[in-house]
């Protein structure tokens, strides 16, 4: 019988952090009110690395988990390295 999909995250505590520490941050990078949407961006070069990070992780993690049922697609504009390669794969899990 085959798992089905949502069956292979379950138990996938890091992925989970990682899925809402990017889902609390990326709101923070707008300023958005009645008067005003604009993007502020991050308060340094290292929560812009941690942020770029966790995107990498989630997307690397979701290839490995779900990648052979589902095409996973990062167009954020984060966490892709110049080239992507299996030593990345491998170093961000």
Request: glycine share 6%; proline share 2%; net charge negative.
């Amino acid at each position: 019988m085959r798992k089905y999909m949502e069956e292979k995250l379950i138990g996938q505590n890091e992925l989970e952090k990682m899925t809402n520490y990017i889902n609390n941050e990326y709101p923070q990078l707008f300023t958005n009110n009645e008067n005003e949407f604009s993007y502020k961006g991050f308060d340094s070069k290292e929560d812009e690395q941690r942020f770029d990070d966790a995107v990498r992780f989630v997307y690397k993690k979701l290839c490995e988990l779900l990648g052979d049922d589902y095409e996973i697609i990062n167009d954020t504009g984060y966490g892709m390295p110049e080239q992507d390669n299996e030593q990345d794969l491998n170093q961000s899990l």
